[in-house]
């Protein structure tokens, strides 16, 4: 079994080297091979009310979303033969998906700091309409600012999530895997849901009715949260919560294995609290502390 497990990698190592080669003398460089390929600019311009939504599917880019200064949609992204964007603009959900080759992650991995210009996607929106947001990206960050939205679902591999000075008029779910989610000045109106692995969750001045925080191998920081319910979860991290509330309001739950329990900034052996409230607090930590404070 062994042997023939390194009989198959030495073929592929031996073919990926073969070509490399045929590239390199039928293209005639080795930049030319790998990545060496012309960037197209493309901006993209519609009306303020020509879309109610956006569905966006990206690979291999980072995502920025500001407020429109022109009043109008505005998308601007680079693309290329081989990693191209399909825009279909008929209904009222803007879509697009990007589709490469299915080597282009290897030019990626060769011209990595050259083509990092080209791997920016950006989204301008009016300031004055609301619109449901579901994007989904790879290895690269999303970044949402100053802007007030509907519904929104925001995905990453390999990169962070952050919203600053937004309003959330619906639900809004965050997931990312090797990437941190940040939120700074959120309102969300509906129930929010935000789960990382190997990332840190860290809110402040969040005001939601209802949230879900959960990561592995990642502190959870939350200061200053607003809710009637707050469930944290993590591994091999440490839970710290600070709420505008008191304790008397809220029905708080602890736990924790191989770690300590604070309360207002004592420690403390008891975990739960106030058995007879509706408003929540779970906060459970493997190999962390657990740390709750109230403004009251």
């Known amino acids: 079994m062994n042997r023939t497990l390194t009989m198959g990698l030495i073929l592929i190592l031996i073919g990926t080297a073969l070509s490399f080669t045929f590239g390199i003398t039928s293209e005639g460089s080795f930049e030319t091979y790998f990545g060496g390929e012309e960037f197209t600019y493309t901006e993209l311009s519609y009306s303020a009310d020509d879309f109610t939504g956006f569905d966006i599917s990206l690979k291999n880019k980072a995502v920025t979303i500001l407020p429109s200064t022109t009043g109008n949609i505005e998308i601007k992204y680079y693309e290329t033969e081989k990693n191209w964007v399909d825009v279909d603009s008929d209904g009222a959900t803007l879509m697009l998906d990007n589709d490469t080759e299915w080597y282009y992650n290897l030019i990626l991995w060769f011209n990595i700091f050259r083509l990092n210009k080209y791997m920016q996607f950006y989204l301008y929106l009016p300031t004055d309409t609301s619109y449901d947001i579901n994007l989904a990206t790879s290895n690269g960050d999303v970044d949402l600012n ?151």
């Open 146 to 296: 100053d802007l007030i939205e509907n519904h929104v679902s925001l995905s990453s591999s390999n990169g962070d999530i952050n919203l600053t000075e937004a309003s959330i008029n619906g639900e809004f779910n965050a997931t990312t895997a090797n990437g941190r989610i940040i939120l700074d000045s959120v309102d969300i109106s509906e129930e929010a849901e935000l789960f990382t692995s190997n990332g840190q969750i860290k809110l402040d001045d969040v005001t939601v009715p209802n949230i879900d925080l959960s990561t592995s191998n990642g502190k959870i920081i939350v200061s200053g949260i607003t809710a009637d319910v707050v469930h944290a979860e993590t591994s091999n991290g440490d839970i710290e919560i600070s709420v505008e509330g008191s304790l008397a309001e809220y029905h708080l739950v602890m736990a924790t294995s191989n770690g300590s329990y604070y309360l207002n900034g004592v420690k403390v052996t008891a975990n739960v609290y106030n058995t007879d409230q509706s408003k929540r607090i779970d906060a459970e930590s493997s190999n962390g502390d657990v740390e709750i404070e109230f403004s009251n």
